[in-house]
T-cell receptor
Framework: EAGVAQSPRYKIIEKRQSVAFWCNPI?????LYWYQQILGQGPKLLIQ????????DSQLPKDRFSAERLKGVDSTLKIQPAKLEDSAVYLC?????????????FGPGTRLTVT | AQSVSQHNHHVILSEAASLELGCNYS??????LFWYVQYPGQHLQLLLK??????LVKGIKGFEAEFIKSKFSFNLRKPSVQWSDTAEYVC?????????????FGQGTTLQVKP
């Protein structure tokens, strides 16, 4: 079974530039999560999708971050414009359904450095 | 707001030493509890979980964790660590109200085992 795929693995940009991350979840997983992990902190949920609908985006900075999962499969997370404090690892995870009963499987993450 | 605290940020042990990593959460209701592990160069993966029943939970690779409700704790233990246990360990909580699968993570503990 293929795991959660993410690209790129690393990205370096200057502040005020834009960047996009891509995630392809495990086949058949209806729920997709994007987390932000700043150095020295645990992952923080940015947005959760159930198929192509948003379940929770309460901690997504909507003035600069956007995410979509148009066909209910893969997803893109965008930052525009980036700030220095956006430097972090962006993790994508998926699960069968949006419930504590189902294990979340994580991708390798994208390490973003904003200079 | 819910939060998870891991008081040990960096632990260094010699092989065969016993391990205990602390995890405390703040939420008064019913919770599910998780420990995730990230080995060097690998993805975050589930180590063990507690939903209900026996508060002593066994996970993979000889790890176990004990849920103490009165102390809001879910400490991770292993009687004898190996060099291969060197990794990042992250505790997470899912509050059952809402049941969207959303996880709140602690900041993680880096374990270094010296051969």
């Amino acid at each position: 079974e293929a795991g959660v795929a993410q690209s790129p693995r690393y990205k370096i940009i200057e502040k005020r530039q834009s960047v996009a991350f891509w995630c392809n979840p495990i086949s058949g997983h209806a729920t997709l999560y994007w987390y932000q992990q700043i150095l020295g902190q645990g992952p923080k949920l940015l947005i959760q999708f159930q198929n192509n609908g948003v379940v929770d985006d309460s901690q997504l900075p909507k003035d600069r971050f956007s995410a979509e999962r148009l066909k209910g499969v893969d997803s893109t997370l965008k930052i525009q414009p980036a700030k220095l404090e956006d430097s972090a690892v962006y993790l994508c995870a998926s699960s069968l359904e949006a419930s504590y009963s189902y294990e979340q499987y994580f991708g390798p993450g994208t390490r973003l450095t904003v200079t | 707001a819910q939060s998870v605290s891991q008081h040990n940020h960096h632990v260094i042990l010699s092989e065969a030493a016993s391990l205990e990593l602390g995890c405390n959460y703040s939420y008064g209701g019913t919770v599910n509890l998780f420990w995730y592990v990230q080995y060097p160069g690998q993805h975050l993966q589930l180590l063990l979980k507690y939903f209900s029943g026996d508060p002593l939970v066994k996970g993979i690779k000889g790890f176990e964790a004990e849920f103490i409700k009165s102390k809001f704790s879910f400490n991770l233990r292993k009687p004898s660590v190996q060099w291969s246990d060197t990794a990042e360990y992250v505790c997470a909580v899912n509050a059952l109200s809402g049941n969207t699968g959303k996880l709140i993570f602690g900041q993680g503990t880096t374990l270094q085992v010296k051969p």
